[in-house]
């Protein structure tokens, strides 16, 4: 039974949980997408709105996820949901696209970063970048295959170190920066005033990516039907009254005008506060919140992949748990023997990081999507199911939370071009294992539950 053996192996703590949630979320983005953000905001009013907003669709979503998770809990997570609801040939479809787009390509996108400032505390030669990219993502999934006691023990730390980082600069910007001489005759990106708040969204949600990685650990928490929605909302508050403060900062220090024409916020910042020595202390904080990302987002995406080798009979190889570490061993490594490619292409490309976001984000949205109807289809079809957690103002919040990804989708689609195509066709590659699905997956999950 999935309830049973979800109990057994529960470990995480809401604590845990939390510093997971947080580590995903709070990454490099925070200094690398608000000047993004900027570009597509007409004032210093409308550019703060926006950073709220996206807090408030993050709230709205963990609502969502919070009775999903409490009335579903499961390693699988969305993968879960999505067979419940929607039968086992869509999640089937959601694993494949999240093993060769979403997850895998997110964590390639952190690994460069990471590999671009550790480059600069350790040369490694022309393709430095790669190989500091390749050597972390190796190292955090053999931290990962020791155990979940190593891995959590590690996440608290660097999320700890990322979070206490994070506040001390913005504190140090606070007290310690002038503010600079506006710059004159910048201006926000052109177009509709909807279709710039539709990118400007579209990047702070970049930011806050991530949030919903918490679906991957309902099924090793400690009492998920309390704790699911307290570590979602006590992510949320935390997470979003962070980069509020954050962006308070920016917009002090730089002004509306300067922060849209900064290349790279953080070093402009850090540079403000710490003088000749910005560089250093910039590369030993992004790597450490690289690292935070990383190891969370490598925790939870190996979740999926044990998923999907539990319900295709084919894949059964990657669906076992190791006891002893309580652990997902095999499904860890093929989530690294998959990224690695991905770093070898962002290597010899011209500008890896960006591919790889329009790559990844009309997937994801189609698929947040259908995870937020599924809350309403789950209601009805098993009505009988104990939902400890209830979403508020039901079925508004989740038709809400399901028109936003809708918007995000188009969006995005728009803002990828070329890149969206691309992921999009990557996913229709997958539709040829639709055949290999268990045709009563479903079956199995509704008695499970």
């Known amino acids: 039974m999935t309830s049973l053996v979800s109990s057994q192996r529960a470990g995480l703590s809401v604590i845990d949980a939390v510093a997971m949630l947080v580590g995903v979320v709070i990454g490099v983005g925070i200094f690398g997408l ?55 040939q869509v999640a089937l479809l959601f694993a494949w696209a999240r093993g060769t787009v979403i997850q895998t390509g997110a964590i390639a996108v952190v690994a460069f970063i990471y590999g671009d400032y550790a480059q600069r505390l350790l040369p490694l030669g022309e393709y430095g970048s790669a190989w500091h990219a390749a050597s972390v993502v190796v190292a955090l999934t053999l931290l990962n295959v020791l155990g979940t006691r190593e891995s959590r023990r590690a996440q608290v730390f660097f999320t700890g170190v990322t979070v206490l980082a994070l506040l001390t600069v913005v504190l140090a910007g606070l007290a310690l920066a002038e503010p600079q001489p506006s710059i004159a005759g910048s201006a926000p990106a052109g177009g509709s005033l909807a279709g710039m708040l539709g990118m400007g969204m579209v990047f702070v949600l970049l930011t806050y990516g991530g949030w919903n990685e918490a679906a991957y650990l309902s099924g090793e928490l400690r009492n998920p039907a309390r704790n699911m929605s307290r570590v979602l909302l006590i992510g949320t508050a935390v997470v979003t009254a962070i980069y509020l403060l954050a962006n308070l900062v920016f917009l002090n220090i730089f002004g509306l005008d300067g922060l849209r024409q900064s290349d790279a916020v953080a070093a402009d910042l850090m540079s403000i506060v710490a003088g000749p020595r910005a560089e250093a202390l910039l590369a030993m904080f992004v790597c450490l919140t690289a690292l935070s990302t990383l190891n969370a987002t490598l925790f939870t995406g190996a979740r999926v992949y044990y998923a999907l080798g539990r319900d295709v009979p084919l894949l059964a190889f990657i669906g076992r748990w190791n006891e002893r570490g309580a652990t997902p061993v ?38 947040m999507s259908l995870v937020a109807l599924a ?55 997958g539709l040829p294992l639709l055949a290999l699905q268990r045709p009563q997956a479903v079956e199995q999950g509704e008695h499970a539950e």
């Open 34 to 88: 608000p000047p993004l953000v900027a570009q597509h905001a007409g004032s210093a009013e409308l550019y703060l709105a926006l950073w709220l907003a996206g807090g408030l669709v993050m709230l709205i979503g963990a609502l969502c996820y919070g009775e999903l998770g409490a009335a579903h809990p499961d390693q699988g997570g969305e993968y879960h949901y999505l067979s419940l609801a929607w039968g086992p």
């Open 330 to 367: 095999r499904a860890l490594l093929l989530q690294c023997v998959l990224t690695l490619p991905l770093i070898l292409f962002g290597a010899l490309s011209a500008n890896g990081v960006e591919t790889m976001v329009a790559y990844t984000a009309p997937v994801f949205w189609l698929f």
């Open 375 to 429: 809350l309403i289809r789950l209601r009805q079809r098993q009505p009988w199911v104990r939902r400890p957690f209830s979403v508020p103002l039901y079925p508004l919040t989740p038709l809400l939370f399901a028109a936003t990804c809708l918007g995000l989708l188009y969006s995005s689609t728009l803002y990828a071009g070329s890149g969206a195509l691309l992921g999009l066709l990557v996913l229709g590659a």
